[in-house]
């Protein structure tokens, strides 16, 4: 009877996240987990009334994070705003690429996690920006 415990504490172990570089995302790709840090916060949209308590408001940033390979644009929502503060380093768990008029924004849903962390020792490149490269949706005929 012990195997069977054992083998349900394996496929119950959590797999440890494969921290990717901003310079490796890529359209279309979700389930990154990165660290960044936080370079700057523009609040682009910013809907309901703060007077009233049971209407919810709608709020979303565009901020510029980036490591030591690049910066790309991730989109804030609602209480994601107010942890992306410019100089903040923060842990991406579960982001996603969504394109933006044919370029990569990241953004962290409500399967994902943002979390503040200490601050990292890198540098961030900045003159990589994935944000700034357009896409094109091709279609591929397959003969």
């Not at 494969?18 to 682009?44: E, R």
């Not at 901020?63 to 942890?83: H, K, M, P």
């Not at 768990?93 to 601050?119: C, H, Q, Y």
Request: contains cysteine.
């Amino acid at each position: 009877m012990a195997t069977t415990g054992q083998q349900q504490n394996k496929s119950a172990e959590k797999r440890k996240p494969v921290f990717v570089k901003v310079d490796h995302l890529k359209p279309g790709t979700n389930g990154h987990t990165l660290i960044a840090k936080v370079l700057s916060s523009n609040t682009v949209l910013q809907k309901g009334r703060a007077a009233s308590q049971n209407l919810r408001q709608t709020r979303i940033a565009e901020c510029l994070i980036g490591d030591e390979t690049g910066t790309i644009l991730f989109t804030a929502r609602n209480d994601q705003v107010e942890l992306m503060k410019p100089g903040t380093t923060i842990i991406l768990r579960n982001a996603k690429i969504d394109m933006f008029k044919g370029s990569m924004r990241l953004a962290v849903d409500k399967w994902g996690r943002i979390e503040v962390t200490d601050p990292a020792n890198f540098v961030v490149k900045e003159d990589n920006n994935l944000s700034l490269v357009e896409y094109e949706l091709v279609n591929v005929v397959e003969e």
